[in-house]
């Protein structure tokens, strides 16, 4: 079965800190991984997507990589803004016909000021 | 340019009625997804559509059905609801399958009381 898990669940840091976020997928013959933030109670924006054959991707304080052999994504957060509060997915796309996503179980960050 | 459209944002409806929810993609977009929000099962897949048909349908009882006019557009349907359909309901809209990157809306909320 093709599961994604995201650990933590929740994190809570002091402004300024950077940090990792994990996401963990048990089939690792994925075609591409996305990350997303999700404000409460709002829909989902598209912060950053890696290809299978790529290693890692960068947005501005945003880096994430990809270790398909692993089964692992960890998103990277440098120098953290309480603007960046919110949930953190990961989801992932298996096979090029479909854009069916499998979403990770999220984080829930909190960043302190 | 425009991004994803969901209407409405809102909804509340009673046990057994019925119910339409509607998703305008990005234009030039032919793929359109629907997910589950819940806080017990997280995001879940419902169903995707290209060019007006169905490419893919997660594991939901026949209760939820949807379709996809020739603009793109799409509707997901909920007959008999009941309780547990409660939910966010997010729509996502891509270019076309395999590399690309997928754009959700703000989603519809669905209370059933």
């Known amino acids: 079965k093709q599961e994604v898990t995201q650990i933590p669940a929740a994190l809570s840091v002091p402004e300024g800190e950077n940090l990792v976020l994990n996401c963990s997928f048990t089939d690792s013959a994925i075609y591409n991984l996305q990350w997303f933030r999700q404000d409460p109670g709002k829909g989902l924006t598209s912060l950053l997507l890696?290809?299978?054959?790529?290693r890692e991707q960068t947005s501005g304080r945003l880096n994430a990589s990809l270790d398909k052999s692993s089964g692992r994504s960890t998103l990277y957060i440098a120098a953290s803004q309480p603007g960046d509060s919110a949930t953190y997915l990961c989801a992932v796309k298996y096979g090029g016909a479909t854009n069916k996503l499998i979403f990770g179980t999220g984080t829930l960050l909190a960043v302190q000021p | 340019k425009a991004g994803v459209t969901q209407t409405p944002r809102y909804l509340i409806k009673t046990r057994g009625q019925q119910v339409t929810l509607s998703c305008s993609p990005i234009?030039?977009?032919?793929?359109v997804s629907w997910y589950q929000q819940t806080p017990g099962q997280g995001l879940q897949f419902l169903f995707e559509y290209f060019s007006e048909t169905q490419r893919n349908k997660g594991n939901f009882p026949g209760r939820f059905s949807g379709r996809q006019f020739s603009n793109s557009r799409s509707e997901m349907n909920v007959s008999t609801l009941e309780l547990g359909d409660s939910a966010l309901y997010l729509c996502a809209s891509a270019n076309m399958a395999g590399s690309t990157e997928a754009f959700f809306g703000q989603g519809t909320r669905l209370t059933v009381v």
């Open positions: 890696i290809q299978s054959s790529q």
């Open positions: 234009s030039g977009h032919r793929s």
